[in-house]
């Protein structure tokens, strides 16, 4: 199951969020943590542990002995996940969403017509081999489309005005731009003294296809008989001028290169520059921009959300605290953030003061 991968980081990562309220829970024995009034339980743990190591099996690799570093590692890695997914879950509630069993089973739908070819027992055998039973796997597709949900909301009035794509494509012009190109052929040999003979072969009628093939030691055009399409700049510097300084029909005498000698003949005029118009590349634009104006706004979110659920709302149990603690982390980014901005602070504050 291609979206169903172990400790899916990728997709949770930028919905790590934060809780409303107090915690209300309290954590008992069945526990490794408790996320506001959530339990994240030792079966969920160990479920999630075997399919750490069903994967490693798969690969081939010596599943981490208990105790290690490494194993502890692979722990913090999976106790976070599950503590993100039950925090992604009080999100979503506040924010009104649920993922009904109907809506699960058109996206398990979707899976089967999109990889397995409509087939639910090759479905089913792909479940398996993810070491989840059918209701695990279902509620793996539902924290999914939870995740999506909730981004959708936290980000659904950006906006990108056509000003901001206008501004966009006038600073990055180059990159909707196609430089001048020419079709050339062309041998390439480690000697001065073969390309020389191969030049003399050539000026005296030789056939450029035929001796490209049984000597060029360019893989992508010598079974081409040479040919290939140049750019401008695109390809070393001393080939490229010779490249685009010869006549049409014209043959180069041997031009040394990193690569070696080549023998260059310019087969095509020198196509000019050309600029791709805005209104073909608006909409790409657009999306583009939305896209990072989507992320940015789930950031802002989520680093917001973070502060409150690093304030007493989260308890691990024994022994299941990682060895990386994502709230020491932000405590200390915080600290170092206000102690940067404090003379910045101290100064817009003053000048408010002034102001009134």
């Given at each position: 199951?291609?979206?169903l ?9 930028l ?11 309290s ?12 339990h994240?339980?030792k ?22 002995k ?13 106790i ?6 039950a ?7 506040q ?10 089973d ?20 792909a ?7 059918d209701e ?19 980000t ?16 990055h012009?180059s ?23 191969i ?7 030789g ?22 399409t ?41 196509r000019?520059?050309k ?6 590349v608006k ?7 939305l ?8 950031s ?10 690093c ?14 603690d ?30 009134k």
């Open positions: 199951m291609r979206r991968l172990l400790f899916a980081f990728a997709s949770l990562a919905l790590a969020a934060g809780c409303g309220g107090t915690t209300t829970a954590l008992s024995s069945s526990d490794v943590a408790v996320v506001g009034s959530d994240v339980t079966d969920q743990f160990e479920s999630l542990m075997a399919r750490a190591k069903k994967s490693y099996d798969a690969q081939k690799r010596a599943f981490p208990a105790g290690s570093t490494e194993y502890e590692q692979l722990k913090g890695q999976a976070t996940f599950l503590v993100q997914r925090e992604i879950q009080e999100q979503a509630s924010q009104g969403i649920d993922i009904s069993n109907a809506r699960v058109q996206e398990i739908a979707k899976y089967k017509k999109q990889f397995y070819g409509g087939s639910d027992a090759r479905y089913e055998k479940v398996k081999q993810q070491g989840l039973t695990q796997a279902r509620e793996e597709i539902r924290a999914q489309l939870v995740s999506q949900a909730l981004f959708k909301k936290i659904s009035s950006v906006k990108v005005s056509d000003a901001d794509i206008k501004a966009y494509y006038n600073s012009k990159q909707y731009g196609q430089p001048e190109s020419r079709d050339v052929r062309h041998i390439l040999v480690n000697s001065k003294k073969l390309a020389d003979t030049y003399s072969q050539l000026k005296s009628g056939d450029f296809a035929a001796l490209a093939k049984k000597y060029s030691k360019d893989p992508g055009s010598a079974a081409q008989g040479g040919k290939l140049i750019s401008r700049g695109q390809t070393v510097a001393p080939f490229d001028q010779k490249a685009f300084s010869l006549k049409t029909g014209e043959l180069s005498p041997p031009v040394k290169t990193q690569y070696g000698w080549h023998i260059i003949q310019a087969l095509s005029a020198v000019k520059a600029q791709t118009p805005f209104a073909k909409e790409s634009i657009r999306q583009q921009l896209q990072t104006k989507k992320n940015d706004a789930m802002k979110w989520v680093d917001t959300t973070k502060k409150d659920f304030k007493g709302k989260l308890s691990y149990g024994s022994g299941y605290k990682p060895l990386t994502p709230c020491a982390a932000l405590t200390t980014s915080t600290a170092t953030t206000a102690a940067t901005s404090a003379p910045a602070a101290t100064t817009a504050t003053a000048s408010t003061s002034t102001t």
